[in-house]
């Protein structure tokens, strides 16, 4: 029954959603790293509000490393927990130079021994700046898996073995950018009607 359900959630999002953008506005790993890095508990249209005026100034990890954290704090100030966030993208910067030849790692366990970053964050670099299959669980891609019964859980990471199991590696990068978009259009946490989604009013009907 869960491949059923993650058959009819795949068709959907081809359709709906078929070559979803990357949200997040960057130009390259490390400025998509900082935005993922930013957007934790902050919209994704916030981030790319204050992300112009920080990439003026600090656009590589040697910039960013440099510039003194009250100036970096206040540039980042409105996406909220300006002051862990600022901490976090300094010593971020620093060990890349320090440890990495100030590049972005492409490896999800060396990119989350760096300050601040977990493993969505690492999942989505990985993924959308390197091209590599991976799925970061969001709160997004975390609630519509457990309301469209693809997991029975509500940690992240086995949300995220779940998804594995049931989709084609090849579509990873993909499957998660279309989670997101469809979440947010038609499957929000807050003001939910089945009939306006087209998903959960076809999952409903399997049940029944």
Known sequence: MRKKRA????????????????PLNHTDPFTLLVAVALSAQCTDERVNLITPKLFQVASTPAKMADLPEDQLKSLIQTCGLANTKAKNLKKMAQMLLDDF??????SIEKMKKLPGVGQKTASVVLAQAFGKPAIGVDTHILRCSK???????????????????????????????????YART????????TENCPICTELDLLVN
């Open 7 to 22: 058959s009819i959630v795949r068709k959907h999002l081809e359709n709906l959603f078929p070559d979803p953008p990357i």
């Open 101 to 106: 030849d100030g590049q972005v790692p492409p």
């Open 147 to 181: 309301r469209w019964g693809l997991t029975a859980h509500t940690d992240p990471s086995r949300v995220e073995e779940d998804l594995k199991k049931l989709y084609p590696k090849s579509i990873w990068r993909q499957i998660h950018l279309q989670m997101i978009y």
């Open 186 to 193: 038609y499957c929000p946490a807050r003001g939910h009607h």
